[in-house]
């Protein structure tokens, strides 16, 4: 149980254009996604908290216009790098919280973005 | 500013030794602390979590302590095998309610020798 999907796992794409990853949870309900985003060699940095039917609270120094987070259903949320440049390549990862307060979060594969 | 540090970027150790990772943290006063594991290319995978109130954990050949007066946690593998080798990274939230995003630390590479 608690499996976390992450689509796609790889993405290239040309500078200025945007890229959606989607993150579901797939044999449990998540309140509560988050989103990080891991450089070669760095350790994994939070970029938002997404809330099912609410607004994601961003990160410090994270661009809530760039980075759009939608958690649309209790088993879906999205992060979609918009106008993406070659700074932005890297690794995305989800991770879901099955209900409020749950210390145990579950994580994705991570999806690899390449921006040309 | 909040600081959580792993020993050495790289550790080696014979296939059958105990490997001890270490984490140490500043500006944090955690409810508990959590290690992962992460495979290259890969989201990190749940190991275990040790409370505040917890000395030890244990999960078959993993031992976890937790020493909140010195800061420190210690990741031990037992009975080690090459299968173990990875990065393993140790995570806190703060305490209170709500479901805080975690902050990692750059992890330990541990690779087992046969």
């Known amino acids: 149980g608690a499996v976390v999907s992450q689509h796609p796992s790889w993405v290239i794409c040309k500078s200025g254009t945007s890229v959606k990853i989607e993150c579901r949870s797939l044999d449990f309900q998540a309140t509560t996604m988050f989103w990080y985003r891991q450089f070669p060699k760095q350790s994994l940095m939070l970029m938002a908290t997404s809330n099912e039917g609410s607004k994601a609270t961003y990160e410090q120094g994270v661009e809530k216009d760039k980075f759009l987070i939608n958690h649309a259903s209790l088993t879906l949320s999205t992060l979609t790098v918009t106008s993406a440049h070659p700074e932005d390549s890297s690794f995305y990862i989800c991770?879901?919280?099955?209900?409020?307060?749950?210390?145990?979060?579950?994580f994705g594969p991570g999806t690899r973005l390449l921006v040309l | 500013s909040q600081k959580i540090e792993q020993n050495s970027e790289a550790l080696n150790i014979q296939e059958g030794k105990t490997a001890t990772l270490t984490c140490n943290y500043t500006?944090?006063?955690?409810?508990?602390l959590q290690w992962y594991r992460q495979d290259p290319g890969r989201g990190p995978v749940f190991l275990l979590l040790i409370r505040e109130n917890e000395k030890e954990k244990r999960k078959e050949r993993l031992k976890v302590t937790f020493d909140t007066t010195l800061k420190q946690s210690l990741f031990h593998i037992t009975a080690s095998q090459p299968a173990d080798s990875a990065t393993y990274l140790c995570a806190l939230r703060s305490g209170g309610g709500g479901a805080d995003g975690l902050t990692f630390g750059k992890g330990t590479h541990l690779i087992i020798q046969p």
């Open positions: 991770s879901a919280a099955p209900g409020q307060g749950r210390e145990t979060q579950y």
């Open positions: 500006n944090y006063s955690p409810a508990y």
